[in-house]
T-cell receptor
Framework: GQNIDQPTEMTATEGAIVQINCTYQTSGFNGLFWYQQHAGEAPTFLSYNVLDGLEEKGRFSSFLSRSKGYSYLLLKELQMKDSASYLCAVADAGNNRKLIWGLGTSLAVNP | DAGVTQSPTHLIKTRGQQVTLRCSPKSGHDTVSWYQQALGQGPQFIFQYYEEEERQRGNFPDRFSGHQFPNYSSELNVNALLLGDSALYLC?????????????FGNGTRLTVT
């Protein structure tokens, strides 16, 4: 079956670093996406990984290990506005337009 | 450059009724996907339209149907509404080519079934 696991909730302090993990078991793999969703708003795209390794984009970085079925999103220099839900999604093999979503990790950044 | 737009933003319907939700994709995008998101859950894939045809479908009953028009806009129809259909319905678009084409989401339609 298709399964994506993420922690339900995390808490961190402003200015700190936080790592949000995602593990997946899917029948196929055509890349992994991370999205950010603030309460009451639409998800917004953060990153895409299809090859193993680390992709860095400003304060946010995303890592993928396909052999381990594992990814993480790293947020540095946390700001209050980073308080949101972070969704991990895996693209189905052969067609990235169908995504399999995790339930999301709710991150609370405290002062 | 307008992003993905959805209408209406909120809707209240009664059990058994039918509803139509609308979506215009981001300029330059030709593929539209619909998702249902319950409170505290990740989005659940309903179906995807490309070239005016349903290309893929998630685990949703036939009460959920859709359409894509020549201008790439799309509609989601839900018949015989159930209380459990209450959710945020998200439309997302992307370009039809390239594996790394991320989804761009609209702000969603909040459907409440009473």
């Amino acid at each position: 079956g298709q399964n994506i696991d993420q922690p339900t909730e995390m808490t961190a302090t402003e200015g700190a670093i936080v790592q949000i993990n995602c593990t997946y078991q899917t029948s196929g793999f055509n890349g992994l996406f991370w999205y950010q969703q603030h309460a009451g708003e639409a998800p917004t795209f953060l990153s895409y990984n299809v090859l193993d390794g680390l992709e860095e984009k400003g304060r946010f970085s995303s890592f993928l290990s396909r052999s381990k079925g594992y990814s993480y999103l790293l947020l540095k220099e946390l700001q209050m506005k980073d308080s949101a839900s972070y969704l991990c999604a895996v693209a189905d093999a052969g067609n990235n337009r169908k995504l399999i979503w995790g339930l999301g990790t709710s991150l609370a950044v405290n002062p | 450059d307008a992003g993905v737009t959805q209408s209406p933003t909120h809707l209240i319907k009664t059990r058994g009724q039918q509803v139509t939700l609308r979506c215009s994709p981001k300029s330059g995008h030709d593929t539209v996907s619909w998702y249902q998101q319950a409170l505290g859950q990740g989005p659940q894939f309903i179906f995807q339209y490309y070239e005016e045809e349903e290309r893929q479908r998630g685990n949703f009953p036939d009460r959920f149907s859709g359409h894509q028009f020549p201008n790439y806009s799309s509609e989601l129809n839900v018949n015989a509404l159930l209380l459990g259909d209450s959710a945020l319905y998200l439309c997302a678009s992307n370009a039809g080519t390239g594996n790394s084409s991320p989804l761009h989401f609209g702000n969603g339609t909040r459907l409440t079934v009473t």
